[in-house]
Nanobody, 124 residues
Framework: QVQLVESAGGLVQPGGSLRLSCQAS?????MAWFRQPAGKEREFVAA????????RYADAVKGRFTISRDDPKNQVYLQMDSLKPDDTAVYFC????????????????????WGQGTQGTVSA
């Protein structure tokens, strides 16, 4: 069973940057980040497919966040720039053996492996 471990999040000021990483203990094909603000539902952030690096972003983060991966290391990253207070949330790394089409990437039920979550806070 593949396990996922996220790096520590942190506290940054509005306009700042934060980089999250996630280590998978084995191979995963589609990997993604979701987030859950306090008191709200978990939502899709970004996903990336192994091999061709097909990506998808939520509209709320497009142009500010960048997802990438290092397949030999089984790692996925989320570079978050121009952060806003609305980006404050617990961020979850997730993965699946499936190679999802871009249209399917935001579906939470498409991922069978989840990390424990890491807090990212944007505040002055």
């Amino acid at each position: 069973q593949v396990q996922l471990v996220e790096s520590a999040g942190g506290l940054v000021q509005p306009g700042g940057s934060l980089r999250l990483s996630c280590q998978a203990s084995g191979r995963a094909n589609t990997m993604a980040w979701f987030r859950q603000p306090a008191g709200k539902e978990r939502e899709f952030v970004a996903a990336i497919r192994r091999g061709d690096r097909a990506k998808r972003y939520a509209d709320a983060v497009k142009g500010r966040f960048t997802i990438s991966r290092d397949d030999p290391k089984n790692q996925v990253y989320l570079q978050m720039d121009s952060l806003k207070p609305d980006d404050t949330a617990v961020y979850f790394c997730t993965a699946t053996k499936a190679n999802w089409n871009v249209s399917a990437m935001p579906r939470q039920e498409g991922y069978e492996l989840w990390g424990q979550g890491t807090q990212g806070t944007v505040s002055a």
